[in-house]
């Protein structure tokens, strides 16, 4: 039998596994972490993570072909596939700060493999990492004095949260880039076959190591490039009275641009577009590549323009003062379906509205009190180290009577002078904006980041409405887009 052992049980490395698990009943595959809780979840009914589609999956599964366990040496030692799956964030201090990937937990993963390791291994970079990491990790792992024998692969996720099970069931392709020689191909070859039990042929792809580990940064940098372009459009759009979505619609008839990833928002947020792009500009500059840098370094300024320029819009359009007004804020996850808030948008738009002491009233299905304390308290980049892992910030932009974590969006919008729908949940669609109206400040603002709201609709009833990226009521038609 097969064994797989997996370091990192986060939203890769849960879900991820867990569908190998299910998809090859004669693999045995264990998923570990150092961080006890989060295992402990794992093998609970109450799952670290909330994705639709994995408790299925996970109980399918859990306890025959799949294991979660702390004892990370134990299930390295025992496999023949050892995936790396453990979190790269931006660096925070040091060389290469608030850019280059922080590969600690990476080598300190593979340091354990090289010591504890007793027989030869496949070792596979499932993070996402710089180019030319596998080099790093191959100096590391050759050390070992024992004369085991390890080949690297690179197989990055393109897994989306949110989508995640169904993203794996049936994947546009799975990348395997791995070394050109003999053993290189017999290692590509046996992740492969892995694969091969539930994805076509023709969707598993192989390259050289390195065109793999670049692919994963690219396709992360492709796919957010398309939504700063589409939101740089969405700015230009209000000041000139043309209509994002059908300009959307319009560029997404074109074949060769096609409709997916053209929905303007507040801004991208998740995990690793920032990260990745971050990362990508970092690896260009040390390649004496300026230019190339600063055209992937756009991305992300658009990305933080259009926060910051929502942000004005709400203080503008509120007689430029939200001071000591409450704001309910609906939606605090980086996008619907997940309760993943790293890098949400909706923590820039809240400290902007601290800053200018309004205070909020925030409602999220998925996101806990706790978790949005903590995030609106962390600097910026340490939201990607694991909670046991994050360091105490003490100083903090707010005051923590400023923000109220409510139970539902009656109870948030209760007495409220606006509104900011700030992640795109299908429960806002169907809500009772009449009651919800009778029961704001007047007048009745609402921000919508996400498209979630019929504006004319909500006009009717009395909201002086604000979407991004469409033509302006007459109320906001005058007010500067950025302050
Ligand atoms: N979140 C996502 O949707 C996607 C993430 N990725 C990439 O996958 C990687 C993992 O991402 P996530 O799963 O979101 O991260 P995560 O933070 O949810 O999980 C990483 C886990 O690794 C554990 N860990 C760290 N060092 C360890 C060590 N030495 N030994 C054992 N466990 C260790 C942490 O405790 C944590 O539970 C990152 O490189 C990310 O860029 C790639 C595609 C999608
Ligand atoms: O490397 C990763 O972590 C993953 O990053 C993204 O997945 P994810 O961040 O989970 O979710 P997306 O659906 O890509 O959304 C990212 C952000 O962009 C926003 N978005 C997405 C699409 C769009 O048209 N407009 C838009 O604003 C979303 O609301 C969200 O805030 C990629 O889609 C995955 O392929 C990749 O594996």
């Not at 996101?367 to 100083?395: S, Y």
Request: charged letters at 25%; hydrophobic letters at 40%; one cysteine or more.
């Amino acid at each position: 039998m097969v064994k797989i052992c997996c370091i990192g049980a986060g939203y890769v490395g849960g879900p991820t596994m867990a569908v190998i698990a299910l998809k090859c009943p004669s693999v045995e595959v264990a998923v570990v972490d150092i961080w006890d809780k989060r295992i402990a979840a794992w093998n609970s009914d109450q799952l670290p993570i909330y994705e639709p589609g994995l408790d299925d999956v996970v109980k399918q599964c859990r306890g025959k072909n799949l294991f979660f366990s702390t004892d990370v040496k134990k299930h390295v030692k025992e496999a023949d596939i050892v995936f790396v799956s453990v979190n790269t964030p931006t660096k925070t201090t040091g060389l290469g700060a608030g850019k280059a990937a922080d590969l600690t937990y990476w080598e300190s993963a593979a340091r354990m493999i090289a010591d504890v390791s007793e027989s030869s291994k496949v070792v596979v970079e499932k993070s996402t990492v710089p180019v030319k990491t596998a080099e790093a990790i191959e100096k590391i792992l050759s050390h070992n004095s024992k004369g085991i024998k390890f080949q690297i692969l690179s197989n990055p996720e393109f897994l989306a949260e949110g989508t995640a099970i169904q993203d794996l069931f049936n994947p546009d392709r799975v990348l395997i880039g791995g070394r050109e020689t003999p053993e290189g191909q017999e290692a590509i070859q046996a992740l492969k076959d892995v694969y091969a039990q539930w994805v076509s042929e023709d969707r598993i792809i192989t390259t050289n190591l390195w065109s793999a580990e670049l692919s994963k940064l690219a396709a992360n940098a492709f796919l957010a490039q398309r939504i700063s372009s589409v939101n740089a459009m969405s700015a230009l759009c209000e000041a000139t009275g043309a209509n994002v979505s059908q300009v959307s619609h319009a560029i997404g008839k074109d074949t060769r641009i096609g409709p997916k990833f053209l929905n303007t928002s507040v801004g991208f947020g998740g995990s690793c577009f920032q990260k990745d792009i971050l990362n990508l500009v970092y690896i260009c500059e040390c390649n004496g590549l300026p230019e190339v840098a600063e055209y992937w370094r756009q991305v992300v300024k658009i990305n933080d323009y259009q926060k910051s320029r929502f942000v004005n819009r709400v203080v503008a359009s509120m007689f430029n003062t939200v001071s000591t007004k409450k704001i309910a804020i609906l939606g605090f996850a980086f996008k619907k379906d997940t309760g993943d808030t790293r890098e949400t948008p909706a923590i820039d738009v809240c400290k902007g509205l601290l800053v200018d002491k309004a205070e909020l009233s925030i409602y999220d299905p998925q996101v806990t009190q706790d978790q949005i304390q903590r995030d609106l308290t962390l600097r910026k980049f340490d939201w990607d180290h694991p909670i046991h892992l994050q360091p105490v910030n003490p100083t903090s932009c707010f005051n923590v009577d400023q923000v109220k974590v409510v139970r539902d969006a009656y109870e948030a919008t209760k007495g409220a002078h606006g509104i900011c729908i700030l992640t795109e949940w299908d429960e806002f669609k169907s809500l009772d904006y009449n009651k919800i109206y009778e029961n704001m400040q007047k007048p009745a603002f609402i921000f919508d980041g996400r498209y979630v709201i019929d504006a004319d609709k909500l006009r009717e009833i009395g909201f002086i409405v604000f979407s991004i990226g469409k033509p302006l009521d007459a109320w906001l038609k005058d007010m500067p887009a950025v302050v």
